[in-house]
């Protein structure tokens, strides 16, 4: 089971053109976490790209012990907390079981253009950006979704569930 | 006041790249027209592209009989219905009176980068296409939205009507 946990604002962007995500402030509130604890509590496996992968190592501490950690990357390194490299085709990842997070927008298109998302939970941050970085750049084919839950919180961000057809 | 009252696939698309909105087929239903009557009822005038313009011209009726029309364009036609022709500045737009329906991807963009918008209706249909042509395609600046309503129908459409701090 793949799973997709990501926010975005109403035009589209996950962060600005220098990355920066300053905006999210917008929607922050004391003991508020939109339900990502538990995402996360409820998955395995993760996979991200190589930049998330390498912002990680910079961080003090591990963020992700107790998980199985799957890199995309053609520039495998040294595993230093049980972390695998992977660069073949994300269908080959298909024989994982249990719940794997898929992050970082390049991974989530490339799994959605292999048609390998199945759910997926949208948090609609109330700001217009007018520029950024796209989560959906296009190139990830046409998906028809089931909407599964929907919630507005009282800072005005509205989480949406999808499941794919897969 | 400047409304706008627009559907989009959650990949933010509005149209197919070849203008065609056959997807809006997944959320079909017999007798639901997801507020949008009631919505223009309650406006006054109308603001369309050329395009918009032209398509309502091979209609058998003029569609937008008993509203204002202003339809904005470098190249003004003969008025056959009352409709006026505008090639100004959208801000000189701001003195009209009641409820003014903003319609058309460029038209949109064009208020919302001149801060003229001052709520918003956005219809998410429950699809990704994966290309197309977008609403929001840059340009509009950065716009803090405070959601007023978010309503989910039984196909799937999403509803969240946006105020805009102008």
Known sequence: MFSVFIAQSLDGYIARRDGSIDWLDVVASPGE????AAFYASVDTLVMGRGTYDTALGFPDWPYAGKRVIVLTHRPAESRHGE???????TELD??????YVDGG???RQFLAANLIDDLTLSIIPILLGDGIRLFEGGIGEHRLVLEEHRA???GLVQLRYQAQR
């Not at 976490?33 to 990502?36: A, N, S």
């Not at 024989?95 to 794997?100: M, N, S, V, Y």
């Open 106 to 108: 390049n991974v989530i």
């Open 95 to 100: 024989a994982l079981t249990g719940r794997t």
């Open 33 to 36: 976490d939109y339900g990502f």
């Open 153 to 155: 919180f009282p800072t």
């Open 84 to 90: 695998e490299f992977f660069a073949g085709p994300v």
